[in-house]
């Protein structure tokens, strides 16, 4: 909800006015380590309250937690806005790469989500993902980095990367530096 609301210049009421129930985690994206709000009809959190309890969730004590959520939205239109230029910029540079292995749909990206195109029959998005995410000695001797990518295979020819207030705009180029090394590598 936050990041389509950022991406689309509206406030979050805007996109949720039609909806009966909306549930908002603060930890995706916002940065808190956990929590979530669930707003709807009386009667919906009445039973929300009542199956949390239940099932036994809830927590004493959570002024900390609290607090971090606060933070986190006070915050969340320029982090929000930041994810989403980085994820612009992977998606750039890999539109860039023009590399047989992979493409991108740059209209497609308009928030923190990238979904990276992998052609042809080798590798497959499992396989890409573990190349990424392993640093070689050859990677180390030719880029002098040990640079570890964790990404999503998402479908039989997609990936996705997520970019969350961690992830800088200088780790978004190592980890597109590291797609470039891993698709010449690929080639060849």
Do not use: Y
């Not at 309890?53 to 930041?82: D, F, I, S, Y």
Request: glycine letters at 8%; proline letters at 3%; hydrophobic letters at 45%.
């Amino acid at each position: 909800l936050m990041n389509a609301a950022v991406a689309q210049g509206v406030e979050p009421a805007q996109i949720a006015q039609h909806c009966d129930s909306v549930s908002l985690c603060f930890s995706k994206g916002l940065g808190a380590p956990c929590g979530a709000v669930l707003a709807g009809c009386r009667e919906f959190v009445t039973e929300a309250w009542r199956v949390r309890k239940l099932l036994g969730g809830g927590m004493r004590q959570a002024g900390v937690l609290a607090a971090a959520a606060h933070l986190g939205l006070q915050h969340a239109e320029a982090t929000l806005r930041r994810d989403h230029h980085n994820a612009r910029r992977f998606a750039e540079g890999i539109h860039v790469l023009d590399s047989p292995l992979c493409s991108i749909n740059l209209a497609g990206v308009e928030t923190n989500i990238v979904m990276v195109n992998v052609q042809g029959a080798w590798p497959s998005p499992a396989e890409l993902c573990d190349r990424l995410r392993v640093v070689s000695e050859e990677e180390v001797a030719e880029t002098g980095r040990a640079v570890s990518v964790l990404l999503l295979p998402w479908s039989a020819r997609t990936v996705r990367a997520v970019w969350h207030r961690n992830i800088s705009a200088h780790d978004t180029e190592l980890a597109r530096r590291k797609l470039e090394f891993v698709a010449r590598k690929c080639q060849e």
